[in-house]
C-alpha cells in the first residue's frame, strides 16, 4: 500500500511537471462586447457602506441639511454646541425650500446670570472626522435672522485647541429671508490625523433675537475633475486607476426603495442642493441625494465608462407590487429618465439637463429593468415581473429607442434554490422568449470554490451582464452559506477565484457585455456589507486597495477586441485561460490566466504559443501572487500592508513562437504583447 502510494505520488509530480502547452489561433473566435467596445470591467454603485455620502461623495459635513424620513428623523445629529449655544431643530413657516423644511436653530445658552456672552456656533464631525491639509476647502451655508457681524469658519482639532485655518465670512444675514453665505478656507497646516471638526461661529450679541436659524451647511474639499459637487479624490483615482468601462447606476436595494412611495427617483436629485429632499436609504441610514443622476453621469462622462441605467419597475423591498393598471405612469417616468440622459437638447427632458450644464446627449446604450425582482422573499414580485412588468417595460423602451439593450434584472437561472448548482436551464428561471430582444443579469455572491466550479456557466447560455460578483463566503462553512458571517475584508483565494470566473465570463464575451463588481467601497466606521474593492475613512492613509481591486485591474488594462480559439495538452483545472487579440492595439494578442490549486501546492510550467507569431517576439508578463502565503491573507487598512506581490518581465518568443513561464499555486497573470516592445502600451 505505501509503495502504490508512492508511486501515485511520483505520478503527480511528473504529470505537474509537463507544460500545459496552450496553441492560440490566429483566427476565428469571437467580437467581444456590444456596442463597439470590447468586453469591460466595471461597478456597481449604490450608496451603501457610506460609499456615496460619507465616501465617493466628497462633502465633508455629515446631516448638512436635517433631512429626514419616516425611517429617519429629523435631528441635530453630528452637530455640538460651541460656547453653551443651544441647538434645537425647527420648522419654520418660512423654510429653506419645500425640499428642505427643517433647520437648525443655533441660540445663546443661559447661565445664572443670563445669557452667555462671546462667541457662539456649532461643529460638524463629519463623516467621522474631517481630514485637513494645505488646500482649499469651498464652503456655504445659508442663514435666515438679522445679524450685523461676521461669522468664523474654521477647520479645527477635536483633541487639542489646534486651529488648524479659519476665515471671517461677513454676515449678509437678515430677517425672514434665507440668504446664502459662501467662503474659502485654506488651512495654515496639515493636520497631523482626522479627528477634527468644521465649526462655524458668530457674536450673539449682533443677533436681533439671540439666536439664527442655519441650514445646508456644506464644506467640499477640492474634487475629482474639479466638478463642482464632485467626487473625492482619492476615491475617484483608484476606480479611474482599473481602467473600467462600466458604472452601474443607481444599484442594487437603493434603486428599489424600503416603499413603493420611497424609491430611489431620479427627479428628486436634480438641480440645485437646496431643491433635493434626499432619499430615505435601504441601508440604515438617511441619504442626502447630493450624489444625483447627473453626478453619476458626469462620474461615468469622466471616467468613459459606459452606462447601465437602473430604472425603477414597480416593485419595494417591503413585497408591493404595482399593479398592470397601475403601472404605465412608472414606464413613462422610465422613459422620461432615457429621455434626461440620452436626449437631445431640444426634447422635453433634454432641455432640463441642458439647463443644468449638459447640452449635449450622454450616450445611453444599457437599460435594467428593476432589481433582483426574482428574490423569493417578494410575494408576487416574480410572477408579476415575468407576466407584466418586464414585458410592459421592454415593449415600451424598444419602442422609443430601440437601439438600447434591454436588461431584465434577473438570470435565466433565477431564482435557485439555496446550494443548487445554477445554470442555463432552471425550470423556474424566467422565459425569455416573450422578450426576445433582453438580456439577464446574474448575480454570483459565492464562495471561491463556487466561482471556479461555474467557470463555464454562461458557455451555452443566452446573453447576460454580470451585474454584481464577488467572493464572499469562505469555502467550506455555513450551509446554506447565507446563514454564516462575510469575511472582513476580500481575501487572496477569493480573488483568484474571482479572477477565474472572470476568464470565464471574458470567453462568453460575444454575448456578455461586461461584468461589474459589488459593491465597490466600505466607510470602515459603518458599513453593512464588508466585501468591497476599496476600504477607507476620513483620513486618506487608510484607502485600501483591496486584493480583488489588483485582479481586476491587471485585466481591464489588457483589453481583448476578439477572443481567439485554443488548443491544449490540458482540460481546464488548475489553470485556466483566455486568449484573444486587441484591434485598438494594433491587434496586440493577449493571454489572461489564473491557477487554482487548492490541495497541492505545485507550480504549473505554461506554454502559450499565438499561430504566426516569429520567434524573438517580445510580451510583457504580469504575475500576481500572495507576498504572504497565506491564501486567506488581505489588505487590512488598519497596517496599511499591500500582501498582493505584482512581478512583470518581458518574454521573448522561443524558436517555435511560444513564450513559456511558470505560474505559482494561487496566482493571476496576463501575456500582452502590445505592452511589451512590439508596440505601445494601450490606455483606455
Known amino acids: 500500500m505505501v509503495g502504490l502510494r508512492l508511486a501515485v505520488a511520483v505520478a503527480a509530480v511528473a504529470a505537474q511537471a509537463v507544460a500545459v502547452d496552450i496553441v492560440v489561433k490566429a483566427s476565428g473566435g469571437n467580437e467581444t462586447g456590444?456596442?463597439?467596445?470590447?468586453f469591460g470591467y466595471g461597478f456597481l454603485h449604490e450608496d451603501i457602506n457610506n460609499s456615496g455620502d460619507g465616501g465617493l461623495y466628497a462633502e465633508l459635513i455629515q446631516n448638512r441639511a436635517f433631512q429626514y424620513s419616516r425611517a429617519f428623523p429629523v435631528s441635530t445629529a453630528h452637530y455640538f454646541p460651541i460656547n453653551g449655544a443651544s441647538l434645537s431643530i425647527q420648522n419654520l413657516s418660512v423654510p429653506l425650500s419645500k425640499a428642505l423644511p427643517a433647520s437648525m436653530r443655533v441660540a445663546a445658552g443661559r447661565n445664572s446670570t443670563g445669557y452667555s456672552t462671546g462667541k457662539i456656533g456649532f461643529e460638524n464631525e463629519g463623516y467621522w472626522g474631517i481630514a485637513v491639509s494645505r488646500q482649499k476647502y469651498t464652503g456655504s451655508f445659508w442663514v435666515k435672522g438679522a445679524y450685523e457681524g461676521s461669522f468664523t469658519a474654521s477647520l479645527q482639532s477635536n483633541l487639542t485647541d489646534d486651529v488648524f485655518g479659519s476665515v471671517e465670512v461677513e454676515s449678509k444675514a437678515v430677517d425672514d429671508e434665507w440668504i446664502e453665505h459662501t467662503f474659502e478656507l485654506v488651512p495654515e497646516k496639515d493636520a497631523p490625523n482626522s479627528n477634527n471638526t468644521f465649526a462655524i461661529t458668530f457674536d450673539a450679541a449682533g443677533t436681533k433675537n439671540g439666536y439664527l436659524d442655519f441650514n445646508l451647511i456644506s464644506l467640499f474639499p477640492p474634487t475629482y475633475k474639479n466638478r463642482k459637487n464632485g467626487l473625492r479624490i482619492d476615491l475617484a483615482e483608484a476606480l479611474a486607476e482599473m481602467n473600467p468601462s462600466f458604472l452601474r447606476f443607481p444599484g442594487g436595494n437603493m434603486l428599489e426603495g424600503l416603499t413603493n412611495d420611497t424609491y430611489w427617483d431620479w427627479k428628486q436629485t436634480l438641480g440645485p442642493l437646496k431643491d433635493r429632499p434626499g432619499f430615505q436609504g435601504v441601508w440604515q441610514y438617511q441619504q442626502t441625494n447630493g450624489l444625483g443622476i447627473m453626478e453619476y453621469l458626469e462620474w461615468a462622462e469622466d471616467m468613459g465608462l459606459q452606462i447601465v441605467l437602473g430604472v425603477w419597475a414597480g416593485l419595494a423591498l417591503d413585497g408591493g407590487v404595482t399593479s398592470k393598471e397601475d403601472l404605465q405612469p412608472f414606464i413613462e417616468d422610465a422613459l422620461n429618465e432615457i429621455e434626461f440622459v440620452s436626449g437631445p437638447a431640444d426634447s422635453t427632458w433634454g432641455a432640463v439637463r441642458a439647463a443644468l450644464?449638459?447640452?449635449?446627449p450622454f450616450e445611453l446604450n444599457y437599460v435594467e429593468v428593476g432589481n433582483e425582482d426574482w428574490l423569493a422573499g417578494y410575494p408576487g414580485g416574480w410572477d408579476s415581473y415575468k407576466e407584466y412588468r418586464l414585458p410592459m417595460?421592454?415593449?415600451?423602451?424598444?419602442?422609443?429607442?430601440?437601439?438600447?439593450?434591454?436588461?431584465?434584472?434577473?438570470?435565466?437561472?433565477?431564482?435557485?434554490?439555496?446550494?443548487?448548482?445554477?445554470?442555463?436551464?432552471?425550470?423556474?428561471?424566467?422565459?425569455?422568449?416573450n422578450t426576445p430582444g433582453v438580456i439577464g443579469d446574474y448575480h454570483p455572491y459565492r464562495r471561491p470554490d463556487e466561482l471556479v466550479e461555474e467557470?463555464?456557466?454562461?458557455?451555452?447560455?443566452?446573453?447576460?451582464?454580470v451585474g454584481e460578483v464577488a467572493a464572499t463566503h469562505v469555502n467550506g462553512g455555513e450551509t446554506p452559506r447565507w446563514n454564516g458571517p462575510l469575511n472582513a475584508y476580500p481575501w487572496w483565494i477569493g480573488a483568484v477565484g474571482e479572477a477565474i470566473s472572470l476568464i470565464g465570463y471574458e470567453r462568453n464575451s460575444d454575448r456578455i457585455p461586461g461584468t461589474f463588481y459589488a459593491p465597490v467601497i466600505k466607510n470602515i466606521n459603518r458599513f453593512q456589507w464588508p466585501i468591497t474593492l476599496l476600504q477607507f475613512s476620513a483620513d486618506p492613509k487608510q484607502t485600501t486597495r483591496a486584493v480583488t481591486w489588483y485582479c481586476w485591474t491587471l485585466f481591464a488594462h489588457s483589453p481583448i477586441s476578439h477572443t481567439l480559439p485554443t488548443t491544449s495538452n490540458s482540460s481546464y483545472g488548475p489553470l485556466y485561460w483566455v486568449s484573444g487579440k486587441d484591434e485598438a492595439r494594433g491587434d496586440a494578442l493577449v493571454w489572461k490566466g489564473a491557477v487554482y490549486n487548492t490541495t497541492n501546492s505545485s507550480t504549473v510550467p505554461v506554454s502559450v504559443h499565438f499561430q504566426g507569431v516569429a520567434p524573438g517576439t517580445k510580451a510583457s508578463l504580469t504575475v500576481l501572487t500572495n507576498a504572504?502565503?497565506?491564501?486567506?491573507?488581505?489588505?487590512?487598512?488598519?497596517?496599511?500592508?499591500?500582501?498582493?506581490?505584482?512581478?512583470?518581465?518581458?518574454?521573448?518568443?522561443?524558436?517555435?513562437?511560444?513564450?513559456?513561464?511558470?505560474?505559482?499555486?494561487?496566482?493571476?497573470?496576463v501575456l500582452d504583447t502590445g505592452k511589451a516592445g512590439n508596440s505601445t502600451s494601450y490606455r483606455r
Open 34 to 38: 456590444k456596442f463597439g467596445h470590447p
Open 455 to 465: 467557470f463555464d456557466r454562461f458557455d451555452n447560455d443566452i446573453g447576460h451582464i
Open 628 to 669: 504572504v502565503g497565506d491564501p486567506y491573507a488581505f489588505n487590512n487598512p488598519f497596517t496599511g500592508i499591500n500582501i498582493v506581490n505584482t512581478t512583470t518581465s518581458e518574454l521573448s518568443a522561443g524558436v517555435s513562437g511560444a513564450f513559456e513561464f511558470v505560474l505559482p499555486e494561487l496566482s493571476v497573470a
Open 393 to 433: 417595460f421592454y415593449e415600451a423602451i424598444q419602442a422609443a429607442y430601440p437601439h438600447i439593450q434591454v436588461i431584465s434584472s434577473s438570470a435565466s437561472s433565477d431564482p435557485a434554490p439555496e446550494g443548487a448548482t445554477t445554470g442555463p436551464n432552471n425550470v423556474e428561471g424566467i422565459n425569455f422568449n
Open 357 to 360: 450644464g449638459h447640452p449635449e
